[in-house]
C-alpha cells in the first residue's frame, strides 16, 4: 500500500462498446477466458501503489461486474457503481464516489477496456504524480497524421501535416491530485458546451494553468473498441507471457 497520498484507481466501463456489435458490453467479452474488465481490474488489484479500486459499469450489468469481483476475490473493489451515459459524466460519477479522500489523495482513471495496462504504466503514473497535479500516458504516432478540410468538389483534402516528432496518441490511466481533476469537473460540469472526449483534456481546457505531463505508454496498451480487436489483444497477452516466462528464470539466476 502506498505510504503518502491514498491512491484510489477508478475502472471506467460505463459505454455499452457498440462498435463491437455484440449483445452485451464489450467490456464482458472473454479475452483468455476472463472477461475484459477482470483483466484491467486485476492490474490495479495487484498493484501496490493502488490502495482502493472502484467500478464503473453500464447501470443493468452492475450487479455481473460485482460477481466477477466477488468470484476473482479482488479485495481493494471497494464499489462498483452505474457509470454514466458520456464518458465524461462516468468520471464524474467516478470523482464524486471519491467524496471521502483528500484533494492530496491521487486518483487513476483508467478504460476498463485496455485489459492490458502493465504494473510499469500504473507505477509511472504514480511517481510522476509526487511533481505534477495532471498525468497522461502516451505514445508516440507511428503514422503520419494529417489535418482534413472539405474539397471544393466535394469529399475531403489534407489541410496539414502536423509535426509527428510532437504528436502522442493518449492512453490510460490518466493521474491527477484529487484536488485537480475535481476543480477542473466543477468547471466541465457547469459548461453546456461540455465535450471531452478524456479527462487530460477536460483539466487542459478549463485549468489551463496546470501542467499535464505526459507518461510514456506501451504499444500493447490497446483499446478494445471494434470487431477483431479482442484476438489482437489475445495475440499480445500470450506474447506477454511469454517474455515475462523468459525474464523469470533470468531474474531468479542473478545473485546479489
Given at each position: 500500500m502506498s505510504a503518502g497520498p491514498r491512491v484510489i484507481a477508478a475502472v471506467l466501463a460505463g459505454g455499452v462498446g457498440a462498435r463491437m456489435g455484440a449483445p452485451a458490453p464489450k467490456q464482458l467479452l472473454p479475452l483468455d477466458g476472463r472477461p475484459?474488465?477482470?483483466?484491467?481490474?486485476?492490474?490495479?488489484?495487484a498493484s501496490p501503489e493502488v490502495?482502493?479500486?472502484?467500478?464503473l459499469m453500464v447501470g443493468e450489468y452492475v450487479g455481473r461486474v460485482e460477481e466477477i469481483v466477488a468470484d476473482a476475490g479482488f479485495a481493494k473493489v471497494s464499489a462498483v457503481l452505474p457509470g454514466g451515459a458520456t464518458r465524461t459524466e462516468t468520471s464524474y460519477a467516478a470523482l464524486?464516489?471519491?467524496?471521502?479522500?483528500?484533494?492530496?489523495?491521487?486518483v487513476l482513471l483508467h478504460d476498463a477496456a485496455r485489459p492490458l495496462v502493465r504494473q510499469a504504466t500504473v507505477a509511472?503514473?504514480?511517481?510522476?504524480?509526487?511533481?505534477a497535479g495532471a498525468v497522461g500516458v502516451a505514445v508516440p504516432s507511428a503514422d503520419?497524421?494529417?489535418?482534413?478540410?472539405?474539397?471544393?468538389s466535394g469529399g475531403e483534402v489534407i489541410a496539414a501535416t502536423p509535426d509527428r516528432s510532437r504528436l502522442r496518441r493518449m492512453q490510460t490511466p490518466q493521474g491527477f491530485r484529487l484536488g485537480v481533476?475535481?476543480?477542473?469537473?466543477e468547471l466541465a460540469m457547469a459548461d453546456p458546451e461540455l465535450v471531452a472526449t478524456d479527462d487530460c483534456g477536460v483539466v487542459l481546457r478549463y485549468l489551463?494553468?496546470?501542467?499535464?505531463?505526459?507518461v510514456p505508454g506501451e504499444e500493447t496498451n490497446i483499446k478494445v473498441t471494434n470487431p477483431g480487436d479482442v484476438e489482437v489483444a489475445e495475440t499480445l497477452l500470450r506474447r506477454m507471457r511469454?517474455?515475462?516466462?523468459?525474464?523469470?528464470p533470468s531474474e531468479a539466476g542473478r545473485t546479489v
Open positions: 475484459i474488465i477482470e483483466h484491467s481490474i486485476a492490474a490495479f488489484e490502495d482502493e479500486v472502484v467500478v464524486s464516489a471519491t467524496a471521502s479522500a483528500a484533494d492530496s489523495d491521487l509511472a503514473c504514480v511517481r510522476a504524480l509526487a511533481g503520419t497524421v494529417v489535418r482534413v478540410a472539405p474539397g471544393r481533476v475535481r476543480r477542473a469537473y489551463p494553468e496546470e501542467e499535464v505531463r505526459i511469454a517474455h515475462a516466462a523468459v525474464e523469470a
